[in-house]
C-alpha cells in the first residue's frame, strides 16, 4: 500500500512510462513487477472525492439569494438535481449532476445571483476536475466570489473575468503548494450582467446557446491538437504527444487548465471569453461538462432541452440521454431559459393594475 504523498508521483510515473514504451511492453513490465495492485491501487487512491450540493447563495459577494430553490439528492450522493426561478420571470433554470460510470464525483457546479449597480447579475459555472476534485472544489468556493469582488466587475467585465480566472489560478496553486497532489479543473462559466452575456472558458466544458432555434457554441474545447493551442504549447517548450488521445506531454487531455502545477508552464488557466446581447431570439443556454460533450452533440442538446418545458425537467434529460449513450464520466449540466413573452407580459399586468389603482383612487 502506498503512502499518499507517492501515490501521484507513481501515476504520473507510470504515464510516462506507458507513453514511452507502449501499451504491451508496459503491461509486461508491470507483471514482471508484480506491481499491478499496488498501481491499481494508486489510481483508486487519487481520485476519490468528497460529494457536496453545490447551489451557492452565501457568498461574501451576493446581495441577494436565489429565488425557489428546489433541490434532489440520492442516499449515496450519485444523482443531484434542481432548479429556480427569477422574481421578474426573465429566467428559470435547472441543472442536474450524475456521478455516471465514474467510481468518484469530480464535477463541481455553481450557480448564484445577486444586484451589482442597480443591474441584476446571475452566475452559472460548471467545474470538472481531473487527477482529484480540489481544484474544482475550489473554483465553486472562490471563483465567482472573487469576480464579484473585483474593483472592475461593472465597468469592464470581460477584464475582471481574464484577471480573476488568472488570479484563482495561482490562489488554488498557493494552496497546494505543500502537497503532493496536482489536481486540475475545468471552467465553463456565464455570466449575466443586466442584459448582456459573457461566457468564459477554460479547458473542455462547453456553453452553447439556442438562438432562433440553432445551436450555437460560445466556447471552443481547448484540446491539444488545436492547431493553435498545439502552435502555443510548442512555443513554450512543450510538446503535444498521442497517448491513446492528443495530450499535453502524453499525460494531460485538454490544454488549458486550472491547476496542474507540473504542466504549468504550458497548460495556462487564461479564458477564452464571448460576449453578446441578450435578445428575443436567444432561447436557452446550456452549460455542460464534457461527461455529456463526449457523447451528445451541441443540436441534439438544444433539441432535447427545448422538448421540456421545465429546464430542471431538461437538465436531467440531458444527463440521463448522455448515459444511455455511453458516457463513461461524470455528467454535469445547467440549462437556463429565457422567457422574454412572460417577462413582458407581467410588466404589463403590473403596469395595468397600477394604473386601474390609480383610476379608482382619482375617482
Known sequence: MLCSSCERFVVFQAVNIYTHIGGRQFIKLVKSLNATRCISYSWNSLYKARRTMMVDTTGAAAK??????????????????????SEDGKLSCGYSSFRGKRATMEDFYDIQTSEVDGKTVCLFGIFDGHGGSRAAEFLKGHLFQNLMKHPSF??????????????????????????????????????????HLYVANVGDSRTIISKSGKAIALSEDHKPNRTDERRRIESAGGVVMWAGTWR????????RAFGNRMLKQFV?????????????ELELLVLASDGLWDVVPNEDAI????AEEEPEAAARKLTETAFTRGSAD??????????????????????????????????
Open 303 to 306: 433539441s432535447l432541452a427545448q
Open 154 to 195: 461593472s465597468t469592464d467585465t470581460k477584464l475582471s473575468i481574464r484577471e480573476t480566472y488568472q488570479q484563482t489560478d495561482m490562489d488554488f496553486l498557493d494552496s497546494e503548494k505543500d502537497t503532493f497532489r496536482d489536481d486540475g479543473s475545468t471552467a465553463s462559466t456565464a455570466v449575466l450582467v443586466g442584459n
Open 330 to 363: 461524470n455528467i454535469t449540466c445547467i440549462v437556463v431559459k429565457f422567457h422574454h413573452n412572460k417577462a413582458e407580459a407581467e410588466v404589463k399586468f403590473h403596469h395595468h393594475n397600477k394604473a386601474e389603482a390609480e383610476g379608482s383612487q382619482q375617482g
Open 64 to 85: 441577494g439569494p436565489v429565488v425557489e430553490v428546489s433541490q434532489e439528492k440520492d442516499d449515496n450522493g450519485g444523482y443531484a438535481s434542481g432548479g429556480w426561478k
Open 268 to 280: 495556462v488557466a487564461e479564458p477564452e471569453i464571448q460576449d453578446q446581447e441578450i435578445d428575443e
Open 248 to 255: 499535453v506531454g502524453g499525460v494531460l487531455a485538454m490544454s
